[in-house]
């Protein structure tokens, strides 16, 4: 919880946040940090990887290799500009790579073009 606080996060964001998700009380000030790093290597500023936890809160409990994962899938189908759909979209976080893949690969089945397949997801809540 140290490592929201030294982040930005007020006690009462954090309350907010733990309302929505207890299991942030367990997380490690570690997990908290590698979570951040890699929205920031992600070209996520500090208001968006705030919004991401307000919107989504269960982002800072995710396994982080998984959420590795997820993001690495995302640039591998064509997304780019990831900070901006995790801004738009944060509860994309919420499903793995495989589902992710899953996904793309029925809506190219269905025949949308790739750019189409990438919009689809990135304007439609696809959890």
């Given at each position: 919880?140290?490592?929201?606080?030294r982040?930005?996060?007020?006690?009462?964001?954090?309350?907010?946040?733990?309302?929505?998700?207890?299991?942030?009380?367990?997380?490690?000030?570690?997990?908290?940090?590698?979570?951040?790093?890699?929205?920031?290597?992600?070209?996520?500023?500090?208001?968006?990887?705030?919004?991401?936890?307000?919107?989504?809160?269960?982002v800072?409990?995710?396994?982080?290799?998984?959420?590795?994962k997820?993001?690495?899938?995302?640039?591998?189908?064509?997304?780019?500009?990831?900070?901006?759909?995790?801004?738009?979209n944060?509860?994309?976080?919420?499903?793995?790579?495989?589902?992710?893949?899953?996904?793309?690969?029925?809506?190219?089945d269905?025949?949308?073009?790739s750019?189409?397949?990438i919009?689809?997801?990135?304007?439609?809540?696809?959890?």
């Open positions: 919880m140290d490592g929201l606080i982040f930005g996060f007020t006690i009462e964001e954090i309350n907010i946040l733990m309302d929505s998700n207890e299991d942030i009380s367990l997380i490690s000030d570690n997990s908290v940090n590698e979570i951040i790093k890699l929205l920031k290597d992600n070209n996520c500023s500090i208001n968006t990887i705030k919004n991401i936890f307000i919107c989504n809160p269960f800072i409990t995710n396994n982080i290799i998984d959420t590795a997820l993001i690495n899938k995302l640039k591998e189908l064509g997304f780019t500009n990831i900070n901006l759909l995790l801004d738009s944060p509860y994309i976080l919420n499903i793995s790579d495989k589902e992710l893949e899953k996904l793309y690969n029925k809506k190219k269905e025949g949308l073009k750019s189409e397949i919009d689809f997801i990135s304007y439609n809540n696809v959890i």
